[in-house]
T-cell receptor, first 111, second 117 residues
């Protein structure tokens, strides 16, 4: 049977397409959210963050959307490139200032 | 460039050995650093919070006598895995933020791959 945690959600897109990666968070008291990119064998790399008093924030080729009503976070990557292939994690910061990470999504960009 | 440096990047050692991993903040002082463990194809799990000049705070289920943390300066925290066994094999990652209580993201080191034979 399947073991919990060993099957990473995956998203496969064509180069040039837009990608949307979703994340559900658990703590309604979380006040700060971050998206990280992790390449194989490396530590997480900061992409973009958003505070709980905002619902949208844009960076270079990336946009984060926050829906506090349903506790949902998304990362949009425009014109996805092969170099964007990695595992993407959302993280929420609770009242204790510790980060809790989501399970991650493996993004594969096909040339 | 990297703002958090971790060393070594890869360790292979025999069962029963103790292994020390270093985490340095390169261009800022970090009163608080965090240690995570990550198993293959899984997310990062917080092990402990390292506080400069005081004892570390461990998450539930993490053995403080097994994973010794020392944060002797504002730029260096160390994690020592004592008497390591094969089940301790994992990817250990540290992080630090420029301000623990501010809206600044934590920056991560590139991790240490620990393999216990």
């Amino acid at each position: 049977g399947e073991s919990v945690g060993l099957h990473l959600p995956t998203l496969s897109v064509q180069e040039g397409d837009n990608s949307i990666i979703n994340c559900a968070y658990s703590n309604s008291a979380s006040d700060y959210f971050i998206w990280y990119k992790q390449e194989s064998g490396k530590g997480p790399q900061f992409i973009i963050d958003i505070r709980s008093n905002m619902d949208k924030r844009q960076g270079q080729r990336v946009t984060v959307l926050l829906n506090k009503t349903v506790k949902h976070l998304s990362l949009q990557i425009a014109a996805t490139q092969p170099g964007d292939s990695a595992v993407y994690f959302c993280a929420e910061r609770g009242s204790n200032y510790k980060l809790t990470f989501g399970k991650g999504t493996l993004l594969t960009v096909n040339p | 460039g990297a703002v958090v440096s971790q060393h070594p990047s890869w360790v292979i050692c025999k069962s029963g050995t103790s292994v020390k991993i270093e985490c340095r903040s390169l261009d800022f002082q970090a009163t608080t650093m965090f240690w995570y463990r990550q198993f293959p194809k899984q997310s990062l799990m917080l092990m402990a919070t390292s506080n400069e000049g005081s004892k570390a705070t461990y998450e539930q289920g993490v053995e403080k006598d097994k994973f010794l943390i020392n944060h002797a300066s504002l730029t260096l925290s160390t994690l020592t895995v004592t008497s390591a066994h094969p089940e301790d094999s994992s990817f250990y990652i540290c992080s630090a933020g420029r301000g623990t209580y501010s809206n600044q993201p934590q920056h991560f080191g590139d991790g240490t791959r620990l393999s216990i034979l």
